[in-house]
């Protein structure tokens, strides 16, 4: 089965209805971003729903966001760009998941996306071989997920700018992505 990540949830009311749609996990961003929440909101979205694995993200951190990110209990981390140094280490040792955007073998799963993420750029998505499980992200939406899984059968699919409607998650594009992703599922 493709895991789907629905990213940028702003909302415990928009966490809901995507865990409904059938995401498997869910992406609270954590710094500069349109989509970027509060601290009082991730915790509130995080407290919300304490059985769905939430992954927290972050670009071009320090070892002090990271260590106030773990102190939320959210499933992951996923970091963008600049990392403390032996930051999945820290992620470990505080008991959660390390989503790495590079080949690192220390990582729980890679995500590759595009150069510049959370813009809803297509990339040439590739899956390498790798030991460890591999997500795409970059531009993906419910009009071309479908290919993309086809073609490359990732281990998972993470999405954003392709489930909104003026800047704002749409259950309706989520539920759509999800149904095209277990169109090929099944």
């Known amino acids: 089965m493709t895991h789907v990540k629905v990213c940028g ?17 869910l992406g609270i961003v954590m710094t500069a971003s349109p989509r970027q929440v509060s601290w009082e909101s991730a915790r509130g979205i995080v407290e919300a729903l304490p059985d769905v694995p ?23 981390v ?3 760009g600049g990392t403390p140094e032996r930051w999945i280490d820290m992620v470990h040792r505080a008991g959660r998941r390390a989503i790495a955007t590079i080949l690192d073998e ?5 995500l590759l996306d595009n150069r ?22 970059g531009g993906l939406s419910p009009h071309n997920v479908h290919e993309v899984v086809r073609a ?16 704002e998650k749409d259950p309706q594009l989520i539920r759509d992505f ?9």
Not at 106 to 110: C, G, L, S, T
Not at 178 to 186: A, F, G, L
């Open 178 to 186: 999800i149904q095209e992703v277990r169109r090929v599922d099944n």
């Open 78 to 80: 996923q970091l963008h």
């Open 116 to 137: 510049r993420p959370g813009r809803g750029e297509p990339w040439e998505w590739r899956k390498p071989k790798f030991l460890r499980p591999i997500w795409l992200a």
């Open 54 to 76: 939430i992954i927290a993200v972050g670009m071009d951190v320090d070892e002090k966001w990271l260590q106030a990110i773990l102190e939320l209990s959210v499933w992951g």
């Open 106 to 110: 220390a990582a729980d799963i890679v």
């Open 9 to 25: 949830i702003k909302s415990a009311d928009m966490a809901r209805q995507a865990r409904l749609a059938g995401a498997d996990f």
């Open 152 to 167: 490359l059968g990732p281990d998972g699919v993470d999405v954003s700018t392709g489930v909104e409607r003026n800047g």
